[in-house]
């Protein structure tokens, strides 16, 4: 498998189930945390929590991508290292780096910049 095919089928099998993450009016579907008291805190705007909720809520779409393309699926081992998850082709020793990302919008045409990391991990 090469990266372009790679590739697209990861954004297809996310388009696919976008649900996951947005209702049809293109709400995002977690509102909140809930404790065992059920009392629900929002989520606040913090971009590191909101990447590892669409880290845990997108993880059964990778796997779902890694099972029908025969690769293994390895998770960072620690927090804060890069990347968020590999896909490793055990046949041809090929790998694939997946690192998940959020920013916000400034505007409806422009979002703000993206936290690379200083790549020390």
Known sequence: MDYEKFRIELLQELH?????LQSPA??????????TYKNIY?????????SKILELMLLPIILNVAKKNNLTVQLA????HYPDVTFINNSTNSMFSLDIKSTYNINDK????????AFTG
């Open 110 to 117: 422009k979002v703000n910049g993206f936290t690379l990391g």
């Open 42 to 50: 929002t989520i606040s705007v913090d971009t590191k929590v909101i």
């Open 16 to 20: 696919e189930n976008i649900h996951i």
């Open 26 to 35: 293109k709400d995002w579907v977690v509102k909140g945390f809930i404790d």
């Open 77 to 80: 081992k620690h927090q804060n």
